[in-house]
């Protein structure tokens, strides 16, 4: 609601999402990040403090009200509320007087004695009362004279219920009002605490709460008193009631000698109304309450089945229902010892606010793990999304307390305690939420249950087939979280609604106009408990107030009262006079000891249960650190191995051992790690980056056949078994995996340099073909076991761009190999391989004839498709219609620089390619700088479809025109690849001025992203400036922008390298490293944690490696799959 008051100043409703650099978000995140791995200890302080809070609940909270928090009424309204005088007519007055003794000393036999002495001035005789008589007329008598024991008892209660009617309730009852029984006691206060429950003759119990002030209570049983209090109830036109009016005031001249009393004249002027309820709950309010938990837990269920996490929704179902249970118990205690009076409301009420504000907190968090992108490791999924999601549960649970508190001031004592104790169940709920669940969430993450089908789910995703396109109702988009009612302002308005449902309770019989006028205190007959009156009391120091004493009757006396003056009323109300007050002379006033703060039954818990309780808490503390420890085992090690990427640096930078003597000139790299390079030393050398970077050299192990320099490219095939060597009239073939050579195979160039050198697609019984597409636009295609090579012609216009495409016929069928070339002229063609090993071109024209300036190709193997790069836009072309799907407009591109990077697929119900995230980046055609473009749905939870237009659409597909762009610009990126993680990574000449980095002078690299500059090393000794490098990575495909740069060298390197003018090759190695040749040396770039896994469905297909210092397209990696030798 926060949001939609803030709207005139910020123009939205929607919560803000604060910048990944924003300190609050950071902080968030950080919590997250140590939650997701440390998870036993955070469960453990939650259950901790969950424990220490619900094992004393049966302990604070009594049936008898002795001296614990009263019991919540199970299925009534109750209330004790100050009405404005003249607001209506009382049906019972109250008059009452106090009998001090000394301090805390009120059940000394001598006080007793002298209140029951106090009591039969005021009543008459009631040694023995019972009121008993038979029904007979009365007789009229002299208002002015006393009633004779007889015609007073006969207007008792107890004998029919008129306007002359009376009845009260004296601790002096517990010895039946007897003098002898009073000095005969042996021990008073067990006396006390043995008839706590005695009802007198009209059934009313004498509860220690309503015959004695000051109480102080230990283990359950009172121990003293500071005041005895008689309290007489009598109709209006009783006689009795006007005998005590005018014998209290002459009581308190006459006894002077023995007693003080306060008014000194005994008359008690002031009075105060007050109604009493106990209304039971009604039909309307059994069935508004199952509404709200059918609602609830029909929102719950319904958002539950659209998380697609089939194995944990019972577990999650548990998680979420102890969260709730834990946050209202915990709050019930907390309530229950700062005396926080709870009875005023059903006990079926409290949950369902606590339930509807948690739900909110609970599936806002849930949604924002599963948009985060599945290869991330847990740690960093929960912490961001803790971090996108906790400001927002912060700032509704804060707004939510601060309504409360406002409310509370408002309305009713009753519903203002309901008030104070969502209040405090709302921060429990947050704690829970932060704790508890978060470290729930991320062990089901963790785990495969939750973990797999969070991987592959989309928030809309159902099992069922193609959908028409349909315009989503409002209901339906409630529901879904797709507007603001169903997850910003639902838990408000039902708290907000449960506030108001209850108010009116108390005022049932009002109008609507005076309800709402209630509320707000403008003119209702309700008054606070705390309105001040002047008080003659201080000096005697009393334990309890009146007003307090008032405030704190039990229920249930109140429920008595109404069964003895208005059996068929659930209220009454009642004149309440300020009691006189008598206090014993000489007696000692000063308080001894203050009466403590807290619930009495607290200090008598600590007392006779901490033992006990301690021995639980350590009990339930080890049986959880055990169950998670069983629960977990095995997987601390491998989430140790895979956490987050944020506590060590991004960026690692290896130096592979200088075993070239000349400078490196071109690189290739395989599948499983390994990379060749060739140097002007004429040394080839095989490179194991999975094993630190052992290498050797393939003259050293077996000298080739014939003397294959010079080499024009490199290749490696799909199972990373062969490498093959192309020259200028032979291709060269080495075996990676036995070390041998195997027979050269002629080729004729023509003298011209190939312009694409690649494996094909294997047979099923022969080992993949080489390809090689020269700059002619002539195939060839060399296949294991035929004597001639095979030539086709694709283009007869020269090529500037060849790539190889591969595609999957089938699911698990054979792939099929495409290549994709484009021409100096500008057209594209697409040369497919047929079943008889025939090769068919197409022309492919998406746009005019006129309209031919393509100059670069990258295919995207995974998804199906292909990119057209041209001088200021690029195509999106579907791979198997060759329809045009969407075109991107770009800054001038320079050729070549065209790269693409995506997030992981997911499949949409349309059938087709989905994705997160989409993005490009190329250099600047004029200034050189790399330009990058990313493409996100406009909707959470939906993904970018790859599908043709033409198809219907699913409810969870975007379209391109339905995406935003983010843009980022970087100056000075030098050589860069991107790599199939999703991250760019760049090395450039670090030129800076005092220490600034060259990053800084991006544009959108100041805000809003998380940045790492690491140490710039001004005192290092350099030999020149242009000998500083520097690598940059960067990455936009999640919700958090990355940008970090880190020197090239370390210092123990600085000076032992060769001085260059340019770097070497760069190829990439693996799923997340980079390798570049810098002189004689080669560095090892890796970002985040390294994967040598099958990555045929995710990259680009392989690239053409030729031996030249320009920057070439990146290194290829294939399935692995066993196919007969070449030889």
Request: with cysteine; charged share 20%.
């Amino acid at each position: 609601m926060i949001w939609y008051l803030l709207y005139p100043l910020r123009g939205t409703t929607e919560a803000p999402a604060l910048a990944p650099n924003h300190p609050l978000r950071r902080a968030f995140a950080r919590y997250g990040r140590y939650v997701a791995r440390h998870v036993v200890t955070t469960l453990i302080i939650s259950v901790a403090v969950a424990a220490i809070l619900i094992y004393p609940f049966p302990f604070l909270y009594t049936s008898d009200l002795s001296n614990g928090a009263s019991n919540l009424p199970h299925h009534v309204w109750t209330a004790a509320q100050p009405l404005k005088e003249n607001s209506t007519e009382s049906d019972v007055i109250m008059r009452s007087i106090w009998v001090h003794g000394s301090y805390m000393r009120a059940l000394d036999r001598e006080v007793l004695l002298g209140a029951l002495e106090l009591q039969d001035e005021l009543l008459g005789p009631t040694k023995d009362f019972s009121p008993r008589r038979p029904v007979t007329t009365l007789r009229v008598h002299d208002p002015h004279a006393d009633l004779a024991p007889r015609d007073r008892d006969a207007f008792h209660v107890v004998n029919g219920l008129t306007n002359q009617s009376w009845f009260f309730h004296s601790p002096l009852q517990y010895w039946a009002c007897s003098p002898e029984r009073i000095s005969a006691d042996a021990n008073i206060v067990s006396t006390v605490n043995a008839r706590k429950t005695q009802p007198t003759s009209v059934n009313v119990t004498l509860r220690h709460s309503i015959v004695f002030s000051g109480k102080r209570f230990e283990d359950r049983k009172l121990l003293a008193a500071d005041a005895l209090v008689i309290t007489l109830i009598h109709l209006r036109d009783s006689p009795v009631g006007r005998q005590w009016e005018r014998k209290a005031e002459a009581l308190a001249n006459r006894m002077k000698d023995k007693w003080t009393a306060y008014p000194a004249d005994g008359k008690s002027m002031s009075s105060q109304l007050y109604e009493f309820q106990f209304m039971p709950i009604s039909v309307q309010d059994t069935v508004f309450l199952a509404l709200a938990y059918g609602l609830a837990g029909l929102y719950f269920i319904y958002s539950l089945s659209k998380l697609r996490a089939v194995k944990s929704k019972i577990g999650l179902i548990v998680t979420v229902f102890a969260q709730v249970v834990v946050s209202i118990m915990s709050s019930f205690t907390v309530c229950a010892i700062f005396r926080v009076d709870l009875s005023g409301i059903p006990q079926a009420a409290y949950p369902v606010v606590v339930l509807s504000m948690s739900l909110e907190n609970i599936f806002r968090l849930i949604n924002s793990v599963i948009m985060t992108p599945s290869e991330n490791s847990t740690s960093s999924r929960i912490s961001r999304a803790f971090g996108e999601t906790a400001h927002v549960a912060l700032a509704s649970s804060a707004q939510n307390v601060l309504i409360l508190w406002g409310l509370s001031k408002v309305v009713s004592p009753g519903v203002s305690a309901f008030c104070t104790f969502v209040a405090v169940a709302i921060v429990f709920d947050f704690f829970y939420l932060s704790t508890f669940f978060l470290a729930v969430l991320s062990v089901d993450v963790r785990r495969t249950e939750l973990g797999d089908a969070l991987a592959k789910a989309s928030l809309k995703n159902n099992r069922y087939g193609q959908e028409q396109p349909l315009k989503r109702s409002w209901f339906e988009a409630m529901l879904q979280g797709k507007i603001a009612l169903s997850t910003r302002i639902a838990g408000t308005v039902i708290m907000i609604t449960f506030v108001l449902i209850a108010q009116w309770h108390f005022f049932e019989n009002d109008t609507f106009i005076r309800l709402l006028r209630g509320v707000f205190r403008i003119s209702r007959d309700t008054v606070s408990f705390s309105q001040p009156k002047n008080s003659l009391l201080v000096d005697i120091h009393q334990a309890r107030s009146p007003t307090s004493w008032l405030r704190l009757q039990d229920h249930e006396s109140a429920r008595e009262v109404i069964n003895v003056i208005k059996p068929r009323s659930h209220s009454y109300i009642a004149r309440v006079y300020d009691p006189l007050v008598f206090v014993l002379n000489g007696a000692d006033r000063t308080p001894v000891t203050p009466e403590r703060p807290l619930l009495p039954a607290l200090y008598d818990f600590i007392d006779h249960h901490l033992k006990h309780f301690l021995v639980t808490v350590l009990f339930i503390l080890s049986a959880v650190r055990l169950l998670m420890n069983y629960l977990l085992w095995g997987d601390d090690a491998e989430s140790r191995r895979n956490d987050d990427m944020s506590d060590q640096p991004l960026l690692a930078i290896e130096s592979l051992p200088e075993a070239h003597s000349l400078d490196v000139v071109l690189m290739a790299s395989s599948y499983d790690g390994h990379i060749i390079s060739v140097g002007l030393d004429r040394a080839i050398r095989v490179w194991d980056a999975r094993s630190g970077g052992r290498d050797y050299s393939l003259a050293d192990i077996e000298p080739p056949p014939e003397n294959p320099f010079p080499i024009l490219a490199v290749a490696t095939d799909k199972r990373s078994s062969w490498l093959a060597l192309l020259s200028s009239h032979k291709v060269f073939l080495w075996n990676l995996v036995e070390h041998r050579w195997a027979h050269p195979v002629p080729v004729e160039l023509n003298g011209q340099k190939p312009e694409g050198f690649f494996f094909g697609t294997p047979a099923f019984d022969f080992a993949s073909p080489l390809v090689i597409v020269r700059r002619n636009g002539t195939m060839t295609q060399i296949i294991p076991g035929m004597q001639e090579p095979m030539e086709f012609t694709i283009c007869k216009s020269p090529l500037i761009s060849v790539r190889p495409l591969v595609q999957k016929i089938a699911p698990h069928g054979s792939s099929q190999l495409s290549i994709l070339t484009a021409s100096r002229k500008g057209c594209i063609h697409v040369a497919t391989q047929q079943e008889n090993d025939t090769w068919a071109s197409q022309s492919l024209d998406v746009h005019s004839v006129e309209d031919r300036d393509a100059y670069q190709v990258v295919p995207l193997s995974a998804l199906g498709s292909f990119l057209v790069a041209r001088s200021q836009t690029v195509d999106l072309v579907d791979a198997k219609s060759k329809s045009l799907l969407h075109t991107f407009e770009t800054e001038p591109i320079q050729p070549r620089s065209l790269r693409c990077f995506h997030s992981s697929q997911r499949k949409p119900q349309c059938g087709s390619v989905g994705l997160v995230s989409f993005g490009i980046a190329y250099n600047h055609a004029e200034t050189g700088d790399c330009i990058m473009h990313t493409f996100t749905p406009n909707e959470d939870g939906n993904v970018i479809c790859f599908r043709n237009t033409n198809l219907p659409p699913s409810r969870s597909c975007s379209t391109w025109s339905e995406t935003m762009e983010s843009k980022r610009q970087i100056s000075n990126p030098g050589m860069w690849e991107a790599l199939p993680n999703g991250f760019l990574v760049g090395v450039r000449r670090d030129v800076y001025d005092s220490g600034s980095s060259s990053g800084e002078s991006s544009p959108t690299t100041a805000g809003g992203l998380r940045r790492r500059m690491y140490q710039r090393l001004e005192k290092r000794p350099s030999r020149s400036c242009s000998d500083n490098w520097e690598v940059w990575v960067t990455s936009q495909l999640g919700r958090e922008e990355i940008y970090e740069t880190r020197p090239l060298h370390a210092d123990y390197e600085i000076g032992s390298h060769l001085i260059i003018s340019e770097l070497g090759p760069m190829v990439k190695v693996g799923t997340a490293s980079v390798a570049v040749g810098f002189g004689n040396v080669i560095k090892l770039i890796t970002v985040g944690h390294q994967h040598f896994e099958d990555l045929a469905d995710n990259e680009n297909g392989n690239p053409l490696h030729i031996g030249s210092r320009r920057r070439k397209p990146a290194a290829v990696t294939h399935a692995r799959m066993k196919v007969p030798s070449w030889m």
